[in-house]
């Protein structure tokens, strides 16, 4: 016997089936878009955390190196006046990670919703 894809083709799903697969793709596709804002901020606190935890260490180093008498007054003002630069430009790139997501958001949200009025014209022009 021979399978003929036109005998067994899929039922055609009711309106409201219809309505909830798209809200199941959408539902999905928000969750992973959200894993993924999560996982850009988790790369980005990590990446500045490395580079916080180095400067930790030369503090350290300059202020135990060596014979030589070093100034640690000078170098713990000098240590803390980055710190304090690096910490307000991760400020920053924060505010832009999220004002950039939330475009992103919006964005995707808007297209859904052209989707789904196209969907429902279409949908009132057949019946």
């Known amino acids: 016997m021979i399978w003929n894809s036109e005998e067994f083709r899929a ?5 409201f089936a219809q309505t909830g697969q ?6 999905a596709a928000m969750q992973a878009y959200s894993a993924r804002a999560l996982l850009r901020y988790q790369i980005e606190s990590l990446s500045f955390l490395k580079r916080r935890f180095e400067d930790d260490l030369k503090l350290l180093e ?18 803390v006046q980055k710190a304090t630069s ?3 430009n991760e400020a920053g790139k924060f505010a832009s990670i999220g004002a950039r997501l939330a475009s ?24």
């Open 22 to 27: 798209k809200l199941m793709r959408a539902t």
């Open 11 to 15: 039922p055609e799903l009711l309106p």
């Open 62 to 79: 300059k202020l135990t190196a060596g014979d030589e008498f070093v100034d640690a007054f000078d170098v713990f003002a000098n240590f």
């Open 86 to 88: 690096d910490y307000a």
């Open 104 to 127: 992103e958001t919006a964005g995707q949200v808007r297209k859904e919703a052209e989707t789904t009025m196209n969907d429902m014209a279409a949908a009132t022009l057949a019946t």
